[in-house]
């Protein structure tokens, strides 16, 4: 089971933390990752980070603004949200993958998802 949360209203600008926690899958042997859905929008992968954490991937409109953390004893993945714009308003979902390495972000390779929290960044 995924449980995200962290979710809210906030100005442009501002800053929030979405939390994953994870139980019920051996969170060491899994990639994570954070994907958004916007209204009238497919859903995007926003950031992910391989299962040791070594690596990790952000698509480019939230690069040097978005951090992804993941941590093992806490069988939690974080993803820090800084400068927040309107167009990062959806409804974020955390979800993990159990694919080989080097598919860590490949968004159709994310097969557990957990329900989702609403960020909503007004102007």
């Known amino acids: 089971q995924l449980q995200a949360s962290g979710g809210g209203l906030v100005q442009a600008g501002d800053s929030l933390r979405l939390s994953c926690a994870v139980t019920?899958?051996?969170?060491?042997?899994?990639?994570m990752g954070w994907f958004r859905q916007a209204p009238g929008k497919e859903r995007e992968l926003v950031s992910a980070i391989s299962r040791s954490a070594l690596s990790t991937y952000y698509v480019d409109s939230v690069k040097g603004r978005f951090t992804i953390s993941k941590h093992n004893a806490e069988k939690t993945v974080y993803l820090q949200m800084n400068t927040l714009k309107p167009e990062d308003t959806a409804v974020y979902y955390c979800?993990?993958?159990?694919?080989?390495?080097?598919?860590?972000?490949?968004?159709?390779?994310?097969?557990?998802w957990g329900m989702g929290t609403q960020v909503t960044v007004s102007s």
């Open positions: 979800a993990a993958s159990s694919a080989v390495y080097s598919a860590y972000a490949h968004p159709s390779m994310y097969g557990y």
């Open positions: 019920g899958l051996a969170f060491r042997n899994y990639h």
